[in-house]
């Protein structure tokens, strides 16, 4: 079985510039989750989706939002890049929601660079 | 709320002695823990994770993790460290609130030396 893939692995952008990175999950999972990885602030939850929509949201501004597509894509999009929001974004794939043994299957996640 | 604390940000071994890297959680519920490795400019991979079924949990790879309530912690070990561990080692804790998301230790990065 296919495992998560991200697209792109790297991503170079400028300020003010937005961006939209592609997830997709292990088949047959329907929640899609992303984590932000930065130096200073470790691993942090963005966002999850399940079933097309968002359970809930992690403490990101506005700027950051995403969508689920029928077939369990995900995308993640961030508007009017900051240089701050460079960082590993991790998308990670789970069978259901909403359990906290819900095992999840982390992707190699996507390198965005803001210059 | 819920939280994690790895108490080593870097651990340094040999190749062939002893690892232990020490997880300690905080949480009002009865948790879920895991560990997950991430090997440079890779994602995550789960090593093992505690579910409550039993509190000596194996895992990939020789890794092994306790689960002591009494003591708050989740700490991961491995008899005999190889070069191939050398990578981050998060621990991790399965948020109660009715989604999916894991609250993750700031990571400890392991070295094995020859």
């Known amino acids: 079985k296919a495992g998560v893939t991200q697209t792109p692995r790297y991503l170079i952008k400028t300020r003010g510039q937005q961006v939209t990175l592609s997830c997709s999950p292990i088949?047959?999972?329907?929640?899609v989750s992303w984590y932000q990885q930065t130096p200073g602030q470790g691993l942090q939850f963005l966002f999850e989706y399940f079933s097309e929509t968002q359970r809930n949201k992690g403490n990101f501004p506005g700027r950051f939002s995403g969508r689920q597509f029928s077939n369990s894509r995900s995308e993640m999009n961030v508007s009017t890049l900051e240089l701050g929001d460079s960082a590993l974004y991790l998308c990670a794939s789970s069978f259901r929601t909403g359990g906290i043994r819900n095992e999840q299957f982390f992707g190699p996640g996507t390198r965005l660079t803001v210059l | 709320a819920q939280s994690v604390t790895q108490l080593d940000s870097h651990v340094s071994v040999s190749e062939g002695t002893p690892v232990l890297l020490r997880c300690n959680y905080s949480?009002?519920?009865?948790?879920?823990l895991f560990w997950y490795v991430q090997h440079p400019n890779k994602g995550l991979q789960l090593l093992l994770k505690?579910?409550?079924?039993?509190?000596l949990v194996k895992g990939i790879n020789g890794f092994e993790a306790e689960f002591k309530k009494s003591e708050t912690s989740f700490h991961l070990t491995k008899p005999s460290a190889h070069m191939s561990d050398a990578a981050e080692y998060f621990c991790v804790v399965g948020f109660s609130g009715g989604y999916n998301k894991l609250i993750f230790g700031a990571g400890t990065r392991l070295a094995v030396h020859p």
């Open positions: 505690y579910t409550s079924a039993a509190t």
């Open positions: 088949s047959g999972h329907r929640s």
């Open positions: 949480s009002s519920y009865s948790p879920s």
